[in-house]
């Protein structure tokens, strides 16, 4: 199911428009429960609307908008991307005192290189620069640090300071920050299949990194030569690929699915992002530019995902309320033939 909620509307009733981003509702800001800190009015108000437990484990955000939102304000691109960045945090700290499990940014795509290099090259050192500046951020939140794409094709410093991220939070043991970076869809696929067909041919390589990808090791993999004679029927012949041994190769290997795929700036498309993994993802497009899609727009996000009815391809269960995940027949991804 995919909703569009149009820029500073309110979930509750469409004709009522929302404050906007940067006024504060309420000059005695409401406590938020745990640690979320101090909230608007707006952003209380929605957060009476969570269930706390049934909140979306893998949340994917297409971050759209950058270079409109500076456009409309008479500023050069790169100003849109850098305001972007605070909207990242907002976004990733919320997510991580939510307990969503993992968060995945949209941030550069296989086909960005098309853009001027000017543009390009500035993307590369905010990425270095972002990672630099929020390290304090995300070990404070015990956040772990993936980075999906081909990493390898990065300019060295880029591939050395995720290496050093990588690295320096993979002991942490909360939310899972994916950060999309020379990312796309179809590519993640070659590669998945490439890796397949590498491993059963016995060199367990498939160039970007398979075995060791983007730094973090897994241990799916560490064994697949002792196990290739189950990939074998009684004649020598090779199995048939499965989707389970297809998403042990993805790089979101490990990770469930995403369960909401949010998109910025009101645009209709998926853009080459997740193509496997958001087979059954609740799509939410905000009309919102990103730069301005504050916490109040996420928790909007977050109150409609709940609002949802998933089915996997089953059929809802007669005399089931209507919020319960477990009102539905064959609910899951493997029962509807995923």
Known sequence: ????????????????????????????????????????????????????????????????????????????????????????????????????????????????????????????????????????????????????????????????????????????????????????????????????LAQRAGNGTNGHGTAKRNGHVSTNHINRDAEQHKRTDSNGRLQRITEDEVSSYLYTEGLPDPDLLIRTSGEMRVSNFLLWQIAYAEMYVSETLWPDFNRARLLEALVEFQKRERRYGGLRQPNSSDNSEAATLDDSPHAAGK
């Not at 290189?113 to 390009?120: D, G, L």
């Open 1 to 196: 199911m995919l909703t569009l909620r149009g820029k500073g509307k309110s979930p509750k009733n469409l004709s009522t428009l929302a404050v906007p981003h940067t006024k504060q509702l309420s000059p005695s800001p409401v406590s938020a429960p745990k640690t979320l800190g101090p909230l608007s009015v707006e952003e209380s108000e929605l957060l009476k609307q969570l269930d706390l437990s049934r909140m979306p484990r893998h949340v994917a955000v297409i971050m759209d908008g950058n270079g409109r939102w500076a456009q409309r304000r008479h500023l050069p691109r790169i100003a849109g991307h850098r305001y972007g960045t605070k909207t990242a945090r907002t976004t990733i700290e919320t997510c991580a005192r939510l307990n969503i499990e993992a968060l995945t940014l949209y941030a550069f795509s296989v086909e960005n290189w098309r853009r001027p290099k000017v543009e390009t090259d500035f993307l590369m050192q905010l990425l270095r620069e972002y990672i630099r500046k929020e390290m304090p951020l995300i070990q404070r939140n015990n956040i772990r640090m993936r980075f999906l794409g081909r990493i390898d094709e990065l300019p060295p410093g880029v591939q050395k300071d995720v290496r050093q991220a990588t690295e320096q939070t993979a002991a942490n043991t909360g939310m899972c920050l994916c950060i999309a970076f020379n990312y796309g869809g179809r590519a993640e696929i070659v590669d998945a299949m490439n890796a397949i």
